[in-house]
C-alpha cells in the first residue's frame, strides 16, 4: 500500500510547498507565525475533510455533497447564538444541535444517494448545490431572536456574515494554548481534533465500521454475505453529513464568523481535494491521508496569500486555490477509472 | 479425406476463408493450438465444442475483438480471399464483407428494427450525399426501413420494423441480427456464433432452413454450435475442438452426433475420489418452478430435490443456468417459484436470513464476489460468521460496538490456516497476494465458520493449479463426510464431477434435463449437456 | 421491465416536468404583476441569447454522455479569442471574423482534449464536465487577471487594469452591440421580435436536428443506447464521443457569441458563469432528460425556464416584500431540476 502511496500529485504539491517556503524564506517572512497559523488551519479545515471518510470506505465516491452537512451544522450555530450561549458550553451546544440537523439532513440525504448509485458524486453536487438556496429561505424568514444575528435595518433575515466574537469566538483555538519562544501550540485544539480522528478510527473498527470498508471494497461480496447494503451505506452517509456539520462548527469557531447564504456553496471542493493530496484515490481513505492532505494544502494557501501579495496580484491566491482544488480532483478523478480496469 | 473432397471439387468451390496454423494464448496458457480449417464459398462449416475447447477464442480472432490484440495477439494466418486479416480491426473486416452473429447480441436496444438492421448502412438522400458525403448524408427512412423490411421477409419474419429491441423477445432478436447480417449486399462470408442457443425448437428449425437456404445461394457460412443434432442436419463440413486443438474434420455424410459428442468430451479416465454410497432420498431441500433472473444464466421453472447429506454435481454449459442457483437463493437476482428448505417454505430469498437458516453460496466468479482483496486472509475467513452471526465480537455490554475478539478470531484462523494448509506468510497477508488454489481455501474455511447445513460451490477449480485443485475436491469430501453438509457443486469440469459427486444433474436452457450417476458414460453425459436424449446411440 | 412501463404511464417525466414548469411559471407571473408584453419581449431576448447553448447541450445528451457542463469551456474559448482580439485592436469586419475563427479553433481544439479526457471516464462523465469547467475557469482567470502584462503583452491599454497587469472587470463591447440582434426588427404591438436572430437560432436547431437524422446520427444513437452494443456493431465509440464533444463546444462558443454580441458588455470574469447550469436547467425544464433531448426539448425549455427566471424575482417581491426571496426560488428551481433529474434517471435505469 505504501508504495502507490505518492503519486505524481503528491511530488509536484511537495515540490511546490518547498518553492513556496523557500519564496517565503527569501521574502523574510516570519516563518514561526506561519507555522503557528498552520496548526490552527490544520484543525479548521482537518475536521470536514475527515467528514469524506466515511462515505470513500462506504464507496459511494466523494461526497461532493458537503453543503447538506455544512449548513445542518450552521442552523446548529445559529441555534446556539440565538440563545446568546457563550465559551463552551455554546461551543458544544452548536455541536449537539447541529448533531441532531446533521443526523436528520443525513438521512434524507443518503435516502437520495442510495436511489442514484454508481452517480452519487454529480447527484450529490446538485442536491448540495440546491440544498444552499433552499436554506436561504431558511436564514431569511427563520423567526431569530438575537439582533445581533439580524440585517440591522431594512433588511430581512439573518446577517450573511455573524460575528461570533462576544460567544464562543476561538474558545477551543486558545484553549490550553502553550507559547513556547514565539511558539505557539493550540494543544486543546490539536486534542479535539485528534478526539474526532480516534473516534473515527474506533467506528471504523466496530462491526458497523467493518461492513462499511468491506462493502465499499466489494459491495457484491458483501451482499453475498447479507449485509444490507442500503443500511450500510445510510450510516456511512450520515455520519460524513454529521462530520461536516461538526466541521463547519470548528471552522466558524476558528474563523470568527458564521457564513450564511452562498458561501457553503463551493465549500466542498477544497476538503475534497485534500483527501485526495493525502494520498486517496477517492476509495478506502486512512484518516492519516486526511489529516496530512489538508495540512499541506493549508500550508500551501497560508503561503501563498503573502507571496501574491508582495508581487502585487493579490488575487492569485484565490486562482491558484481553485487552480490546485479541481486540478487534482480532475486528476483523481480520470486515475481512479483507470485504475478500476486494471482490476 | 477433407484434400480428397477439395481435390474433386476445387475449382468450382473456391475457400474463401482459409486459417492456417492458428495458435493463441493468454498469458502463456494456449488457448487454441495449431487450428487449420477453411470454409469454401457456399457451404455450411460447423465447428463444434465443449467450455473451454477455443470457440469463443477462434470467434474473436474472427471478428477482430480488440481482446485478442490486447493479450499479445495470435500466430499463424487468416486468409480471407486472399487478404491477410492479420491486422485488421473489427469495423475493418466487416468492411471487407464478412458478416458477424455474436452470441452477445450487437443490437442496440434503444433503436428500432429498421434502424438496426441498417446501421452503418443506412440508404440516404442522395442529393446530400453529393452535398456533404455519405456520414453526413440525410437518412431516407421510408427506403431504409423498406430495404430493412425485406431482409426480414427473407427469414420469414413478419414483426414490425419500427419497434425497438429492447420490446422484443430473445428469439426475435436473434432474427433480427442475421437480418442485419443479409441485409448487406456485399456479403460473402458469415459468422454465427450459437445463433440458436436461445431459440425455441421450432425457431431453431427455421433459422437452420433459412441458413441452408442462404448458402445454397453462395454465401459461405462458419457455424458454431453445441446442438450437434443441428450440425448433422445442415453442415457440409464439421470440424471438432477440443482444448484448442482440432480432435476431427467429418466431411457431408460423415457428421453424426454420437461421433461429435464423442469427439468433442473425449475419453475420460476418471478415478472416483469418494466411494459410492447410498444415499437415502430424503430431501433437505426441494425446488419446484423455481426461476431465476441472472442475465445469461437463467433458470426458467427449475425442478430439483436435493437429498441430505449428498454431493450432487451441477453440470451444463455456459448459459444453462448453473451458476445462478446458488446466488437465486442469496438475492442476488431475482428469483421466483417455491423452494422447501427443511419442511419449510422459503418465502424470501434474503442472504442474511438464508445464512442464518444454514445456507451457504461460494461464487463462481471469486474475484469479484467471493474475497475482499484487500483485506487480510483472516477478515476474509471470519468475515460472514463475524457480521451474521457476531462469531466474533467483544461487546462490553454495548451490543452495536462488536469491536473484534482478536484472540478469538486468531485461534479460529490458525486453526483454519493449519487444517486446510492454506499457504501465506501470516494470517495478517492480504488476500489477494495469495495464489488461487489458497484464496479459494480461504474461502471454504469461511463457509466453514458459519458451519452450514447446505452448501452451494460454483466451479471450485476454476482458475487453479492442478496440484491445489485435489485439494480442493478432496477438502470438499471431507467437509461432506464428516460434518455431514449437503453440497451442492455447480462446475464445468464434467470430469471432477464425476469424482467427487453422488449424483449429477445435467442442466439444459435452465432446467434439469437428466439426473445421471457418476459411472455414467462419456457419450451420455455429452448428449445430455448438448440436450439429445441419445436414446440410440452406438458406442 | 413491466415496472418501468408502468412508472412510465404514471410519472411521464417527458410532459411532467414542463407541466410542473407552466403551472409555476404561470403563478409567478400572475404574481409578479409584470406586463405579459413586457415578459414575452424578455423570453425573447433571452431565446436569442441563450438559444444556442441550450442547443449545444443536445448531441452529447443523445451519445449518451449526459448533460455536458463542459460547455462552459466552449464560453470561453470565445471569450479568450474575443479579447485577444479586442487586444490587438482589429475592429470592423475582419475583427469580427478572426474572433469567429479563432474561437472555433480555440474550440475544437478544447473539445478534442475534453472529449479524449472523458473517453476515459464512460459512466461518469457529468462529474468530470462540471470539474473540467471549474478548472477551465480558473486557468482563464489565470490568463487574464495574472498572464496579461506579465507573460502576454499588452496592446491595448484600455482594457487592462490600472496596475498594469490583468484585463479589467468589464470590456466594453459598444461597437458591436446588438449589430444583428437588429437586423429585420419585426414590432408586432409592443412586442420586439428580432427575426434574423430567431433565424440563426432556429438553423442551428435545424443543423442539430439534421446532424441527428445521418448516418453519424444513428452512429450518436446507437452508442448512447449502449456504447458497448455499439462497439461490437463495428462503430468507433471513442473517435465517435470525441466529435460529440467537439460539435458541443464548437456550438456553445458560437452561443456565447450570441449571448456577448446581445448584451453588449462583457464582463470578462463572469459572462460566462453558470451558462452551464442555467443551459442544463432549461434543456431539462423542457422535459428533456439525462438519457434523451431533442430540439423540442431545448425550444420549449428556454421559454419555460427563462419565464420563471424574469418573473420569480418580482413574484417575490411582491408575495413576500422580499425580492431576494425570488431569486432564491430560481436558483434552486435551477439546481433542483438538474438534481431532480439525476435522481430520477438512476432510478428508471434499475429497471
Not at chain 1, 443518503?110 to 458524486?121: F, T
Amino acid at each position: 500500500m505504501t508504495h502507490d502511496r505518492i503519486r505524481t500529485p503528491q511530488i509536484i504539491i511537495i515540490i511546490f510547498l518547498v518553492i513556496l517556503l523557500i519564496m517565503a524564506y527569501i521574502l523574510h517572512m516570519d516563518l514561526v507565525v506561519l507555522f503557528n497559523e498552520s496548526l490552527i488551519k490544520l484543525v479548521m479545515n482537518g475536521v470536514l475533510a475527515l467528514a469524506l471518510i466515511p462515505m470513500l470506505n462506504v464507496g459511494a465516491g466523494m461526497n461532493f455533497g458537503l453543503p447538506v452537512g455544512i449548513v445542518g451544522g450552521l442552523v446548529g450555530l445559529c441555534i446556539a447564538v440565538n440563545f446568546r450561549l457563550t465559551g463552551f458550553p455554546g461551543f458544544f451546544a452548536s455541536l449537539l444541535f447541529s448533531l441532531i440537523i446533521c443526523v436528520v439532513f443525513g438521512w434524507l440525504y443518503g435516502l437520495l444517494l442510495n436511489r442514484v448509485k454508481g452517480r452519487e458524486e454529480i447527484a450529490g453536487t446538485f442536491i448540495g448545490f440546491s440544498i444552499i438556496p433552499l436554506m436561504n429561505y431558511f436564514w431569511t424568514l427563520a423567526p431569530f431572536q438575537n439582533r445581533q444575528m439580524l440585517y440591522p435595518i431594512g433588511g430581512q433575515g439573518l446577517r450573511p456574515k455573524i460575528g461570533l466574537d462576544p460567544y464562543f469566538y476561538n474558545v477551543l483555538d486558545n484553549f490550553c494554548m502553550i507559547k513556547i519562544s514565539g511558539f505557539e501550540i493550540p494543544l486543546g485544539l490539536l486534542a479535539f481534533y485528534g478526539l474526532l480522528c480516534l473516534f473515527l478510527y474506533l467506528f471504523f473498527r466496530t462491526k458497523v465500521g467493518r461492513a462499511i470498508i468491506a462493502t465499499g471494497e466489494n459491495e457484491a461480496f458483501s451482499r453475498l454475505s447479507g449485509i444490507d447494503i442500503s443500511k450500510i451505506r445510510l450510516i456511512a452517509i450520515i455520519l460524513s453529513t454529521v462530520f461536516a456539520g461538526i466541521g463547519i462548527c470548528v471552522y466558524s469557531q476558528s474563523y470568527g464568523f458564521i457564513q450564511l447564504y452562498d458561501e457553503p456553496l463551493s465549500m466542498a471542493f477544497p476538503a475534497i481535494s485534500a483527501v485526495l493530496i493525502g494520498g486517496s484515490t477517492g476509495r478506502r481513505t486512512w484518516i492519516f491521508e486526511a489529516v496530512l492532505g489538508t495540512y499541506l494544502l493549508q500550508t500551501i494557501y497560508l503561503l501563498t496569500v503573502p507571496i501574491a501579495n508582495e508581487i502585487l496580484i493579490p488575487e492569485l491566491t484565490e486562482i491558484l486555490r481553485t487552480f490546485i482544488t479541481y486540478s487534482i480532483i480532475l486528476y483523481a478523478l480520470l486515475y481512479r477509472d483507470r485504475r478500476r480496469i486494471v482490476y | 479425406m477433407d484434400s480428397l473432397f477439395f481435390l474433386f471439387t476445387g475449382a468450382a468451390m473456391t475457400n474463401i476463408l482459409d486459417i492456417k496454423n492458428l495458435n493463441k494464448s493468454y498469458n502463456g496458457i494456449p488457448a487454441l493450438k495449431n487450428v487449420s480449417l477453411s470454409v469454401r464459398a457456399g457451404e455450411i462449416h460447423g465447428i463444434v465444442g465443449a467450455n473451454g475447447s477455443g470457440k469463443t477464442t477462434l470467434m474473436n480472432i474472427l471478428f477482430g475483438n480488440p481482446v485478442i490484440r490486447e493479450t499479445g495477439g495470435y500466430q499463424g494466418e487468416i486468409y480471407y480471399e486472399g487478404v491477410s486479416l492479420k491486422t485488421k480491426n473489427s469495423t475493418e473486416i466487416i468492411g471487407l464483407g464478412i458478416g458477424m452473429v455474436h452470441q452477445e447480441f450487437a443490437l442496440i436496444p434503444d433503436m428500432t428494427i429498421g434502424e438496426n438492421i441498417k446501421l452503418g448502412r443506412e440508404e440516404t438522400n442522395r442529393f446530400t450525399d453529393r452535398l456533404f458525403g455519405k456520414k453526413y448524408s440525410f437518412v431516407d427512412r421510408k427506403k431504409n426501413d423498406l430495404n430493412a423490411e425485406s431482409a426480414l421477409k427473407k427469414l420469414g419474419v413478419n414483426v414490425d420494423i419500427g419497434v425497438k429491441i429492447i420490446n422484443l423477445s430473445t428469439n426475435t432478436r436473434q432474427f433480427v441480427e442475421i437480418a442485419r447480417e443479409i441485409a448487406r449486399a456485399d456479403l460473402k462470408l458469415l459468422l454465427l456464433d450459437e445463433p440458436t442457443a436461445v431459440l425455441s425448437r421450432d425457431d431453431a428449425s427455421n433459422l437452420l432452413e433459412d441458413l441452408t437456404e442462404l448458402s445454397q445461394g453462395g454465401l459461405g457460412i462458419l457455424f458454431v454450435s453445441h446442438r450437434l443434432e443441428e450440425i448433422q442436419q445442415i453442415c457440409d463440413r464439421a470440424t471438432v475442438l477440443r482444448e484448442g486443438e482440432v480432435i476431427s474434420q467429418y466431411g457431408r455424410g460423415e457428421v453424426s452426433t454420437t461421433k461429435l459428442a464423442r469427439d468433442m468430451i473425449g475419453h475420460t479416465v476418471s478415478k472416483a475420489m469418494a466411494k459410492k454410497r447410498a444415499i437415502e432420498p430424503r430431501p433437505l431441500v426441494s425446488f419446484q418452478q423455481y426461476s431465476v433472473e441472472m442475465p445469461g444464466e437463467e433458470i426458467r421453472g427449475m425442478d430439483l430435490d436435493i437429498f441430505e447429506g449428498e454431493i450432487l454435481g451441477l453440470a451444463g454449459l455456459s448459459g444453462h443456468g448453473k451458476s445462478a442457483l446458488g446466488y437465486g437463493i442469496m438475492g442476488m437476482y431475482p428469483a421466483t417459484g417455491e423452494v422447501v428448505y427443511e419442511n419449510m417454505k422459503i418465502d424470501r430469498m434474503d442472504a442474511k436470513a438464508n445464512i442464518l437458516k444454514g445456507m451457504y453460496v461460494l461464487p463462481d466468479d471469486r474475484q469479484a464476489l467471493g474475497i475482499l482483496p484487500d483485506h487480510s486472509l483472516a477478515e476474509n475467513i471470519i468475515f460472514t460468521g463475524d457480521q451474521i452471526k457476531g462469531l466474533f465480537s467483544m461487546n462490553f455490554g454495548l451490543p452495536f460496538l462488536g469491536f473484534l475478539d482478536k484472540r478469538k478470531v486468531y485461534d479460529h484462523v490458525h486453526q483454519l490456516v493449519d487444517d486446510f494448509e492454506i499457504r501465506c506468510t501470516s494470517v495478517k497477508q492480504k488476500i489477494r497476494e495469495l495464489s488461487g488454489g489458497n484464496q479459494q481455501k480461504v474461502c471454504i474455511a469461511r463457509a466453514l465458520t458459519v458451519n452450514p447445513r447446505l452448501l452451494f460451490v460454483a466451479e471450485p477449480t476454476r482458475g487453479i493449479d492442478i496440484s491445489a485443485k485435489e485439494k480442493i475436491l478432496k477438502m470438499l469430501i471431507d467437509i461432506n463426510r464428516s460434518r455431514h453438509t449437503t453440497i451442492v457443486i455447480a462446475s464445468s469440469e464434467l470430469d471432477e464431477l464425476k469424482r467427487v459427486c453422488d449424483r449429477i444433474a445435467v442442466m439444459v436452457e435452465g432446467r434439469i434435463f437428466k439426473v445421471l450417476q457418476p459411472d455414467s458414460s462419456d457419450v451420455e453425459f455429452a448428449l445430455a449437456l448438448a440436450g439429445e436424449e441419445g436414446t440410440d446411440y452406438d458406442a | 421491465m413491466r415496472y418501468k412501463i408502468l412508472a412510465e404511464k404514471l410519472f411521464n417525466m417527458e410532459n411532467l416536468v414542463p407541466t410542473v414548469f407552466l403551472l409555476l411559471s404561470f403563478f409567478a407571473w400572475q404574481f409578479s404583476g409584470l406586463s405579459g408584453t413586457f415578459v414575452l419581449n424578455q423570453v425573447i431576448t433571452r431565446f436569442i441569447r441563450d438559444g444556442i447553448l441550450v442547443l449545444s447541450l443536445i448531441i452529447p445528451v443523445v451519445a449518451g454522455m449526459g448533460l455536458n457542463f463542459a460547455i462552459i469551456v466552449g464560453a470561453m474559448t470565445m471569450q479568450t479569442a474575443l479579447l485577444f482580439v479586442i487586444n490587438y485592436q482589429l475592429a470592423g469586419l475582419p475583427g469580427i471574423l478572426l474572433v469567429f475563427f479563432l474561437g472555433i479553433i480555440l474550440a475544437v481544439i478544447s473539445g478534442f482534449a475534453i472529449g479524449h479526457v472523458l473517453n476515459r471516464v464512460k459512466g461518469k462523465e457529468m462529474i468530470v464536465t462540471i470539474i473540467i469547467g471549474f478548472l477551465a475557469n480558473s486557468i482563464y482567470q489565470l490568463v487574464f487577471l495574472v498572464g496579461f502584462g506579465t507573460f502576454i503583452p499588452v496592446a491595448n491599454e484600455e482594457i487592462i487594469l490600472s496596475r498594469g497587469i490583468g484585463v479589467r472587470n468589464a470590456v466594453d463591447l459598444g461597437m458591436y452591440r446588438n449589430t444583428i440582434d437588429k437586423f429585420w426588427l419585426i414590432k408586432l404591438g409592443g412586442i420586439e421580435i428580432p427575426l434574423f436572430m430567431i433565424l440563426v437560432v432556429l438553423l442551428f436547431a435545424g443543423i442539430i436536428s439534421y446532424l441527428l437524422h445521418t448516418r453519424f446520427g444513428q452512429e450518436v444513437k446507437a452508442v448512447g443506447s449502449s456504447h458497448e452494443k455499439a462497439e461490437i456493431a463495428g462503430i468507433n465509440v471513442n473517435a465517435l464521443r470525441i466529435k460529440v464533444i467537439i460539435i458541443s463546444t464548437v456550438l456553445a462558443a458560437l452561443g456565447q457569441l450570441a449571448y456577448l454580441q446581445n448584451i453588449g458588455m462583457f464582463d470578462v470574469y463572469t459572462a460566462h458563469m453558470n451558462t452551464d447550469i442555467i443551459s442544463c436547467a432549461a434543456l431539462l425544464a423542457g422535459g428533456a432528460s439525462i438519457k434523451s433531448a431533442n430540439i423540442r426539448h431545448a425550444i420549449v425549455g428556454i421559454f419555460l425556464f427563462h419565464t420563471l427566471f424574469i418573473v420569480s424575482p418580482q413574484a417575490g417581491q411582491n408575495l413576500f416584500h422580499n425580492a431576494a426571496l425570488g431569486e432564491y426560488f430560481r436558483s434552486f428551481v435551477a439546481y433542483g431540476t438538474i438534481a431532480f433529474a439525476l435522481i430520477i434517471s438512476t432510478k428508471y435505469e434499475k429497471k
